[in-house]
């Protein structure tokens, strides 16, 4: 049986080969998951703007009503905007922001009753026109929030991402067979360390230090409304 022994500068040549294509494709990975992870972000930040603005037009809608209708509707509207606060002031506990979440569609639908069986007596369509309306899409885009929060990038990616940061790392350290450059290994640690990170920070905006604190502002600023 003939043994075939290459050279071992050929071996050398060829790990350097397949260290380039595997940093190569991690870094092609991560620029799909990092801008995979911002779109979403993106998305959930537009939803939680629009939501504001949905919901500031509906509580603004309730002043072409009688006083006797206003005032159940703003008081409705009022506890559908702090379950939607306390929605997302859950945070990581899933449980407590789903339980939120339909409290506040309970709540919504209460509110959207209310309009509705006031349109029933009053032959003033205007009102009803602009109201109902604007109440269905503020249950609808909760829901739409809902979903794009929960949404994330699929696990099975995530731990293809980790598995090739591992190999890649392990390959490149085990081809240095001279004197290894410190500064060049670090930096590289760091630097894949802290985009693994954001990227998993962008995909979970509940917690972290890139969140939805800002946007959210703008649904608790609406509880100064009821104040007016």
Not at 121 to 140: A, G, V, W
Not at 148 to 162: H, K, V, W
């Amino acid at each position: 049986m003939m043994v075939i022994k290459r050279d071992p500068e050929h071996v050398k040549t060829d790990m350097k080969a397949i260290n380039g294509m595997l940093v190569g494709m991690l870094g092609l990975l991560l620029a799909f998951t990092f801008s995979m992870a911002n779109s979403r972000y993106d998305d959930r930040r537009h939803l939680v703007i629009e939501e504001a603005n949905i919901i500031g037009t509906t509580i603004l809608r309730t002043d072409i009503y009688p006083d006797s209708v206003r005032t159940s509707l703003r008081s409705g509207l009022k506890e559908y905007v702090e379950r939607r606060i306390a929605h997302y002031g859950a945070g990581m506990d899933l449980k407590t922001a789903l339980d939120e979440y339909e409290k506040g569609q309970e709540v919504g639908a209460k509110v959207w009753r209310m309009a509705a069986d006031y349109a029933k007596k009053d032959d003033i369509t205007t009102r009803t026109s602009q109201l109902i309306p604007s109440i269905n899409e503020m249950l609808d885009i909760a829901s739409t929030r809902l979903v794009a929060g929960l949404g994330t990038i699929p696990d099975s990616i995530m731990y293809f991402l980790f598995g090739l940061c591992v190999t890649a790392a392990f390959l490149l350290g085990y081809d240095q067979t001279g004197k290894i450059d410190w500064v060049i290994v670090i930096g590289f640690a760091v630097t894949l360390s802290i985009t693994v990170f954001n990227i998993i920070d962008l995909d979970r905006p509940r917690s972290g230090l890139i969140n939805m604190d800002g946007p959210n502002r703008q649904i608790v600023d609406l509880i100064q409304m009821f104040n007016e």
